[in-house]
Protein backbone atom coordinates (compact mmCIF):
# COMPACT_ATOMS: atom_id res chain seq x y z
CA UNK A 1 0.00 0.00 0.00
CA UNK A 2 2.36 2.20 1.32
CA UNK A 3 4.59 1.48 -2.43
CA UNK A 4 1.56 2.37 -4.30
CA UNK A 5 1.02 5.26 -2.38
CA UNK A 6 4.56 6.74 -3.46
CA UNK A 7 4.56 5.90 -6.78
CA UNK A 8 1.11 7.52 -6.92
CA UNK A 9 2.92 11.06 -5.13
CA UNK A 10 6.03 10.35 -7.84
CA UNK A 11 3.13 10.03 -10.82
CA UNK A 12 1.58 13.30 -9.47
CA UNK A 13 4.51 15.52 -8.60
CA UNK A 14 5.67 14.59 -12.47
CA UNK A 15 2.34 15.72 -13.86
CA UNK A 16 2.18 18.81 -11.77
CA UNK A 17 5.27 19.35 -13.05
CA UNK A 18 4.69 19.72 -16.76
CA UNK A 19 1.73 21.46 -15.91
CA UNK A 20 4.05 24.31 -14.41
CA UNK A 21 6.34 23.53 -17.70
CA UNK A 22 3.52 23.92 -19.87
CA UNK A 23 1.90 26.92 -18.46
CA UNK A 24 5.45 28.55 -18.60
CA UNK A 25 5.96 27.85 -22.17
CA UNK A 26 2.63 27.98 -23.63
CA UNK A 27 0.67 25.31 -25.21
CA UNK A 28 2.58 24.65 -28.39
CA UNK A 29 5.73 23.85 -25.51
CA UNK A 30 8.16 26.88 -26.85
CA UNK A 31 8.82 29.67 -24.80
CA UNK A 32 6.53 32.84 -24.83
CA UNK A 33 7.70 35.32 -26.87
CA UNK A 34 8.21 38.59 -24.87
CA UNK A 35 6.07 42.14 -26.66
CA UNK A 36 8.56 43.94 -28.70
CA UNK A 37 7.09 47.46 -30.05
CA UNK A 38 9.21 49.32 -32.59
CA UNK A 39 9.10 52.77 -34.05
CA UNK A 40 9.66 52.36 -37.77
CA UNK A 41 8.99 54.24 -41.08
CA UNK A 42 9.49 55.05 -44.67
CA UNK A 43 12.54 54.17 -46.63
CA UNK A 44 15.11 51.63 -47.10
CA UNK A 45 17.11 52.52 -43.84
CA UNK A 46 14.60 50.69 -41.95
CA UNK A 47 14.97 47.44 -43.97
CA UNK A 48 16.80 45.76 -41.25
CA UNK A 49 13.51 45.75 -38.77
CA UNK A 50 11.20 44.51 -42.04
CA UNK A 51 13.68 41.74 -43.31
CA UNK A 52 14.00 40.79 -39.67
CA UNK A 53 10.33 40.16 -39.18
CA UNK A 54 9.51 38.67 -42.60
CA UNK A 55 12.10 35.86 -42.02
CA UNK A 56 11.58 34.81 -38.32
CA UNK A 57 14.88 36.54 -36.97
CA UNK A 58 12.92 38.49 -33.98
CA UNK A 59 11.34 35.38 -33.65
CA UNK A 60 14.20 33.21 -33.66
CA UNK A 61 15.54 35.44 -31.21
CA UNK A 62 12.46 35.29 -28.60
CA UNK A 63 10.82 38.69 -29.46
CA UNK A 64 6.71 39.15 -31.09
CA UNK A 65 7.59 42.11 -32.74
CA UNK A 66 4.75 44.94 -34.07
CA UNK A 67 5.18 48.28 -35.32
CA UNK A 68 3.66 51.84 -35.03
CA UNK A 69 4.69 54.56 -37.39
CA UNK A 70 3.42 57.70 -35.65
CA UNK A 71 2.27 60.06 -38.99
CA UNK A 72 3.31 62.64 -36.99
CA UNK A 73 7.23 61.19 -37.12
CA UNK A 74 9.62 61.17 -34.61
CA UNK A 75 8.91 63.81 -32.23
CA UNK A 76 5.84 61.34 -31.75
CA UNK A 77 8.21 58.18 -31.85
CA UNK A 78 10.09 59.63 -29.44
CA UNK A 79 7.44 60.21 -26.40
CA UNK A 80 6.04 56.58 -27.26
CA UNK A 81 9.79 55.53 -26.83
CA UNK A 82 9.99 57.40 -23.39
CA UNK A 83 6.51 56.35 -22.43
CA UNK A 84 7.38 52.77 -22.91
CA UNK A 85 5.01 51.95 -25.49
CA UNK A 86 7.73 51.48 -28.17
CA UNK A 87 10.73 49.19 -26.98
CA UNK A 88 13.10 50.35 -29.63
CA UNK A 89 13.20 53.15 -31.88
CA UNK A 90 16.22 52.56 -34.48
CA UNK A 91 17.08 56.33 -36.11
CA UNK A 92 19.57 59.16 -35.68
CA UNK A 93 21.10 59.29 -31.93
CA UNK A 94 20.21 63.17 -31.70
CA UNK A 95 17.10 63.35 -30.05
CA UNK A 96 18.38 60.23 -27.66
CA UNK A 97 21.55 62.58 -27.01
CA UNK A 98 18.52 65.34 -26.05
CA UNK A 99 16.65 62.72 -23.89
CA UNK A 100 19.93 61.91 -22.39
CA UNK A 101 21.03 65.03 -21.17
CA UNK A 102 17.16 65.82 -19.31
CA UNK A 103 18.14 62.85 -17.17
CA UNK A 104 16.26 60.18 -19.01
CA UNK A 105 17.76 56.62 -18.29
CA UNK A 106 18.40 55.41 -21.56
CA UNK A 107 21.30 53.08 -23.30
CA UNK A 108 22.80 52.39 -26.52
CA UNK A 109 22.16 48.76 -27.85
CA UNK A 110 23.82 49.00 -31.46
CA UNK A 111 24.86 51.26 -33.98
CA UNK A 112 25.82 51.77 -37.80
CA UNK A 113 27.90 54.47 -39.88
CA UNK A 114 26.83 56.34 -42.62
CA UNK A 115 23.53 54.95 -42.46
CA UNK A 116 20.74 57.41 -43.18
CA UNK A 117 21.06 59.73 -46.40
CA UNK A 118 19.26 63.39 -44.91
CA UNK A 119 19.09 64.97 -48.37
CA UNK A 120 16.53 68.16 -49.48
CA UNK A 121 14.65 67.43 -52.95
CA UNK A 122 12.70 70.42 -54.54
CA UNK A 123 10.93 70.80 -57.97
CA UNK A 124 12.10 69.96 -61.15
CA UNK A 125 11.59 72.74 -62.77
CA UNK A 126 12.46 75.73 -60.12
CA UNK A 127 15.11 78.06 -59.56
CA UNK A 128 16.67 75.81 -56.73
CA UNK A 129 16.50 72.92 -58.94
CA UNK A 130 18.79 75.05 -61.22
CA UNK A 131 21.04 75.18 -58.84
CA UNK A 132 21.95 71.68 -57.81
CA UNK A 133 25.21 71.44 -58.87
CA UNK A 134 26.54 74.75 -57.24
CA UNK A 135 28.69 73.96 -53.80
CA UNK A 136 26.83 72.95 -50.59
CA UNK A 137 27.12 76.87 -48.78
CA UNK A 138 25.66 78.11 -51.78
CA UNK A 139 22.93 75.96 -51.68
CA UNK A 140 22.28 76.11 -48.16
CA UNK A 141 22.21 79.79 -48.39
CA UNK A 142 19.14 79.55 -51.33
CA UNK A 143 16.70 77.95 -49.47
CA UNK A 144 16.85 81.12 -47.32
CA UNK A 145 12.63 82.61 -47.39
CA UNK A 146 11.70 79.52 -49.01
CA UNK A 147 9.17 76.85 -47.32
CA UNK A 148 10.37 73.70 -46.70
CA UNK A 149 8.25 70.91 -46.01
CA UNK A 150 9.21 67.55 -43.55
CA UNK A 151 7.44 65.53 -40.99
CA UNK A 152 8.05 67.63 -38.40
CA UNK A 153 9.28 70.14 -36.02
CA UNK A 154 11.85 68.33 -33.85
CA UNK A 155 12.01 65.15 -36.36
CA UNK A 156 15.18 63.70 -37.38
CA UNK A 157 14.76 65.65 -40.25
CA UNK A 158 14.28 68.13 -39.26
CA UNK A 159 17.17 68.52 -36.71
CA UNK A 160 19.55 67.59 -39.80
CA UNK A 161 18.21 70.68 -41.81
CA UNK A 162 19.23 72.63 -38.89
CA UNK A 163 22.48 70.84 -39.06
CA UNK A 164 22.84 72.58 -42.47
CA UNK A 165 21.68 75.94 -41.71
CA UNK A 166 24.38 76.25 -38.56
CA UNK A 167 27.35 75.82 -41.02
CA UNK A 168 26.31 78.80 -43.13
CA UNK A 169 25.04 80.70 -39.95
CA UNK A 170 21.17 80.15 -40.89
CA UNK A 171 18.88 79.35 -37.96
CA UNK A 172 15.04 78.26 -38.33
CA UNK A 173 14.09 81.89 -38.61
CA UNK A 174 15.36 82.00 -42.01
CA UNK A 175 12.70 79.60 -43.51
CA UNK A 176 9.52 78.63 -43.10
CA UNK A 177 9.71 75.33 -41.91
CA UNK A 178 6.13 73.20 -42.45
CA UNK A 179 5.19 70.26 -40.72
CA UNK A 180 3.41 68.64 -43.74
CA UNK A 181 4.27 64.95 -42.80
CA UNK A 182 5.18 61.52 -44.37
CA UNK A 183 6.65 61.82 -47.64
CA UNK A 184 3.26 60.98 -49.45
CA UNK A 185 2.12 64.27 -47.84
CA UNK A 186 4.86 66.16 -48.90
CA UNK A 187 4.42 64.81 -52.60
CA UNK A 188 1.46 66.25 -52.59
CA UNK A 189 2.11 69.35 -50.88
CA UNK A 190 4.80 70.14 -53.43
CA UNK A 191 2.77 69.08 -56.25
CA UNK A 192 0.21 71.76 -55.69
CA UNK A 193 3.00 74.33 -55.20
CA UNK A 194 2.63 74.65 -51.68
CA UNK A 195 5.96 73.75 -50.39
CA UNK A 196 9.24 74.64 -52.16
CA UNK A 197 11.20 71.49 -51.14
CA UNK A 198 10.77 68.88 -48.76
CA UNK A 199 13.13 67.29 -46.31
CA UNK A 200 13.88 63.39 -46.63
CA UNK A 201 15.95 60.96 -45.08
CA UNK A 202 15.24 57.94 -47.46
CA UNK A 203 16.82 57.76 -51.18
CA UNK A 204 13.82 55.36 -51.90
CA UNK A 205 11.57 58.38 -51.31
CA UNK A 206 13.98 60.93 -53.55
CA UNK A 207 13.07 57.75 -55.72
CA UNK A 208 9.56 58.61 -55.35
CA UNK A 209 9.63 62.09 -55.66
CA UNK A 210 11.13 62.35 -58.70
CA UNK A 211 8.60 59.51 -60.53
CA UNK A 212 5.87 61.07 -58.99
CA UNK A 213 6.31 64.96 -59.01
CA UNK A 214 9.56 65.17 -60.97
CA UNK A 215 11.24 66.22 -58.16
CA UNK A 216 15.74 65.96 -57.86
CA UNK A 217 17.74 66.12 -55.17
CA UNK A 218 18.34 69.28 -54.66
CA UNK A 219 21.55 68.80 -51.71
CA UNK A 220 22.78 66.11 -49.71
CA UNK A 221 23.14 66.70 -46.39
CA UNK A 222 25.13 64.00 -44.60
CA UNK A 223 26.91 62.95 -48.15
CA UNK A 224 30.37 64.19 -48.95
CA UNK A 225 29.14 67.34 -50.30
CA UNK A 226 28.03 68.21 -46.77
CA UNK A 227 30.89 69.83 -44.51
CA UNK A 228 32.47 66.89 -42.55
CA UNK A 229 31.49 68.12 -39.14
CA UNK A 230 27.90 67.17 -39.91
CA UNK A 231 27.98 63.93 -41.67
CA UNK A 232 27.66 62.55 -38.14
CA UNK A 233 23.99 63.14 -38.95
CA UNK A 234 24.20 60.09 -40.46
CA UNK A 235 25.01 57.20 -37.50
CA UNK A 236 22.21 54.53 -36.88
CA UNK A 237 21.60 54.21 -32.88
CA UNK A 238 19.54 51.24 -31.36
CA UNK A 239 18.62 52.92 -27.94
CA UNK A 240 16.66 51.00 -25.28
CA UNK A 241 15.48 51.92 -21.48
CA UNK A 242 18.18 51.13 -19.01
CA UNK A 243 14.82 49.35 -17.45
CA UNK A 244 14.62 47.64 -20.40
CA UNK A 245 18.07 46.73 -20.51
CA UNK A 246 18.32 45.96 -17.23
CA UNK A 247 15.31 43.66 -16.00
CA UNK A 248 15.57 41.73 -19.49
CA UNK A 249 18.99 41.70 -21.44
CA UNK A 250 18.07 38.58 -22.93
CA UNK A 251 15.62 41.03 -24.59
CA UNK A 252 18.05 43.65 -25.68
CA UNK A 253 20.51 41.15 -26.81
CA UNK A 254 18.20 39.27 -28.93
CA UNK A 255 17.16 42.55 -30.52
CA UNK A 256 20.53 42.99 -31.46
CA UNK A 257 21.02 39.73 -32.86
CA UNK A 258 17.72 39.81 -35.27
CA UNK A 259 19.41 42.96 -36.49
CA UNK A 260 22.73 41.08 -37.03
CA UNK A 261 21.39 38.61 -38.87
CA UNK A 262 18.91 41.00 -40.79
CA UNK A 263 21.64 42.87 -42.04
CA UNK A 264 23.78 39.41 -43.13
CA UNK A 265 20.54 38.37 -44.82
CA UNK A 266 19.79 41.49 -46.86
CA UNK A 267 23.39 41.77 -48.08
CA UNK A 268 23.36 38.68 -49.74
CA UNK A 269 19.60 39.07 -50.89
CA UNK A 270 19.33 42.86 -51.94
CA UNK A 271 16.17 41.93 -54.44
CA UNK A 272 14.23 39.92 -52.24
CA UNK A 273 15.04 42.44 -49.26
CA UNK A 274 13.65 45.23 -51.61
CA UNK A 275 10.63 43.63 -52.32
CA UNK A 276 9.81 42.59 -48.63
CA UNK A 277 10.19 47.11 -47.80
CA UNK A 278 8.03 47.42 -50.86
CA UNK A 279 5.19 45.06 -49.88
CA UNK A 280 5.88 46.63 -46.10
CA UNK A 281 6.32 50.17 -46.68
CA UNK A 282 4.95 51.20 -50.52
CA UNK A 283 2.09 48.76 -51.05
CA UNK A 284 4.16 46.44 -53.11
CA UNK A 285 5.82 49.94 -55.58
CA UNK A 286 9.04 51.55 -56.48
CA UNK A 287 10.95 47.99 -56.33
CA UNK A 288 12.90 49.42 -59.10
CA UNK A 289 14.11 52.67 -56.64
CA UNK A 290 14.29 50.31 -54.04
CA UNK A 291 17.20 48.29 -55.30
CA UNK A 292 19.57 50.71 -55.96
CA UNK A 293 18.43 52.60 -52.62
CA UNK A 294 19.55 49.23 -50.77
CA UNK A 295 22.94 48.78 -52.78
CA UNK A 296 24.11 52.21 -51.74
CA UNK A 297 23.29 51.34 -48.31
CA UNK A 298 25.45 48.19 -48.19
CA UNK A 299 28.47 49.23 -50.29
CA UNK A 300 29.38 51.09 -46.80
CA UNK A 301 31.68 48.87 -44.87
CA UNK A 302 30.01 48.16 -41.22
CA UNK A 303 33.59 47.50 -39.47
CA UNK A 304 32.39 47.07 -36.41
CA UNK A 305 29.10 44.88 -36.60
CA UNK A 306 26.56 46.95 -34.54
CA UNK A 307 29.17 47.59 -31.88
CA UNK A 308 29.44 51.53 -31.01
CA UNK A 309 33.21 53.29 -32.15
CA UNK A 310 33.69 55.90 -29.65
CA UNK A 311 34.85 58.26 -32.50
CA UNK A 312 31.26 58.11 -33.95
CA UNK A 313 29.48 58.37 -30.91
CA UNK A 314 31.94 61.57 -29.74
CA UNK A 315 31.32 62.79 -32.89
CA UNK A 316 28.09 62.98 -32.65
CA UNK A 317 27.57 64.19 -28.99
CA UNK A 318 30.01 67.06 -29.85
CA UNK A 319 27.90 67.87 -33.04
CA UNK A 320 24.48 68.12 -30.99
CA UNK A 321 26.41 70.43 -28.67
CA UNK A 322 27.64 72.93 -30.84
CA UNK A 323 24.08 73.26 -32.56
CA UNK A 324 23.11 74.32 -29.23
CA UNK A 325 20.77 70.91 -29.21
CA UNK A 326 22.39 69.81 -25.47
CA UNK A 327 23.57 72.28 -23.26
CA UNK A 328 27.57 72.52 -23.12
CA UNK A 329 27.36 71.56 -19.29
CA UNK A 330 25.36 68.57 -20.16
CA UNK A 331 27.93 66.84 -22.52
CA UNK A 332 29.25 64.74 -19.38
CA UNK A 333 25.53 63.08 -18.92
CA UNK A 334 26.90 61.69 -22.93
CA UNK A 335 29.72 59.62 -21.71
CA UNK A 336 30.62 56.70 -24.23
CA UNK A 337 31.45 54.48 -20.95
CA UNK A 338 27.84 55.22 -19.00
CA UNK A 339 25.72 55.46 -22.09
CA UNK A 340 26.75 52.21 -24.38
CA UNK A 341 25.84 49.40 -22.97
CA UNK A 342 29.04 46.76 -22.34
CA UNK A 343 27.78 44.53 -25.02
CA UNK A 344 27.84 46.98 -27.50
CA UNK A 345 31.09 48.55 -26.83
CA UNK A 346 34.05 48.20 -29.88
CA UNK A 347 36.65 46.77 -28.78
Known sequence: ??????LFAAISTAVL???ACGSESGSSGEKDLYEFTL?????EIYVLDYVADKQG??????LKVSFISPQQGGASANTLFLGG?????????APIMQNIAK????KIAGWLDNWIPFGVVVPGDSELAALKDRPFEEKIKALRGKKIGLTAVGSLVYHSLMSGFATVGMTDKDATILAVGQPDSGIGQMEAGRIDAYVTYSRTDVGVFEQR???????S?????APEKIRAFSSYALPVLNSLATEHPDVVSGYVKAQQQAYEWTKQNIDAAAQIVADQVYKGQYKEIIVPALQKLFAVEQTYDFKVNPQSWNNMANLVVELGMVEQDKRSTLDYAKVVLDSAKAN
Open 221 to 225: LTGEE
Open 17 to 19: ALT
Open 1 to 6: MKTRLR
Open 85 to 93: TLKGWPGNP
Open 103 to 106: GENI
Open 57 to 62: FFEQNG
Open 39 to 43: GSFNG
Open 213 to 219: VGAVQFV
